[in-house]
């Protein structure tokens, strides 16, 4: 039994992406990235036709999410998020009525189009810098069908950086952004990874996405001062 067992540990780790010949690998991703988009795609169109049908809505909060976690310096958890946080949307002790008495099961108040498949995108060996635009892409998706505005559910905090990219792409220009946070989250390349985490407001600086950044923080530290004075934000 244990020999079966190792065989078996030996087969999946050559299934690895890192054990596929380059050409299969590329033409590999590529249709795990068309099939992953077009998922978001289709269920974008699908909302956004039910949405116009019913009509009377100039706009309907859409939530995307976008289970990304392994940018995250400490704990993991982040990637289990956007089924949780629509878990306790509709869990029983929720009051769905809002306090202009709209009702959040009207889809013309809010609706979802699912998740974006990260891990399968992943499993396949799409590194970051692809899977940002990715992300952005999902995002402009769902924007491109009126009335639907993106709600979008993380994932840790790298996936800002491609989603106010994705809104300042799509408006064609910069975007005023409020980011309430216990930090900046502009180091350079935290740990040596320029999408971080602790590194994606330092991406919609240097990428001039944000006309204006207002920020709420509990800390700033003073090994940030550099980075803080680099992007003018103080």
Known sequence: MKRIATKGIHYLHKLNAAHVPADLLQIGQERVIEASLTLIRERAKLKGELVRAIGGAKASTALLGVPLGH???FLQGPAFAPPLIREAIWCGSTNSTTEEG???????????????????IRDCGVDDERLM????????LVMAEEPLRPLVLGGDHS????VVRAVSEKLGGPVDVLHLDAHPDIYDAFEGNK????SSFARIM??????RLLQHLHTVFLILSPE???????
């Open 71 to 73: 940018n995250s310096s």
């Open 102 to 120: 709209k009702e959040l099961k009207d889809p013309r108040v809010l609706t979802d189009v699912g998740d974006l498949p990260v891990q399968e």
């Open 133 to 140: 635009n990715i992300v952005s892409e999902s995002v402009k």
């Open 159 to 162: 996936i800002s950086y491609p």
């Open 195 to 198: 999408f971080s985490h602790a």
């Open 206 to 211: 240097e990428g001039g996405y944000a006309r």
């Open 228 to 234: 803080v004075c680099h992007f003018g934000m103080l």
